[in-house]
């Protein structure tokens, strides 16, 4: 279910035990952020289309910057200034598609 508000934001005990889940992942200031790295630029778009995908089917839609073969992307929930589990869940689904 998509956050849009009145719950709280995570605390820093339970978003380090989701962390765990995505490893992979860099977690601090309220955020996760991870840089995908990629051959060239078409392979960094074609990821960030299938990402744009998977995250309007979520309702969730994460911040992201593509430099030409690398594409950071920062996911947390802007209705309530931190993290929800719903950008952990979001997370996973992003490493599913990276090569």
């Not at 889940?21 to 840089?35: E, F, G, S």
């Not at 630029?41 to 994460?62: I, L, N, T, Y």
């Not at 950008?87 to 490493?95: H, S």
Request: glycine content about 6%.
């Amino acid at each position: 279910m998509p956050c849009e508000g009145g719950v709280d934001k995570l605390d820093a005990a339970r978003a380090a035990e989701l962390h765990r889940q995505v490893p992979a992942w860099q977690l601090r200031d309220d955020k996760l952020y991870r840089r995908f790295t990629f051959r060239d630029f078409k392979a960094a778009m074609r990821f960030v289309d299938q990402m744009a995908d998977v995250a309007e089917g979520e309702g969730h839609h994460p911040d992201f910057a593509v430099h030409y073969n690398r594409v950071d992307v920062t996911i947390w929930t802007h209705a309530i200034d931190g993290l929800s589990e719903n950008d952990f869940i979001l997370a996973a689904k992003i490493d599913a598609l990276a090569p």
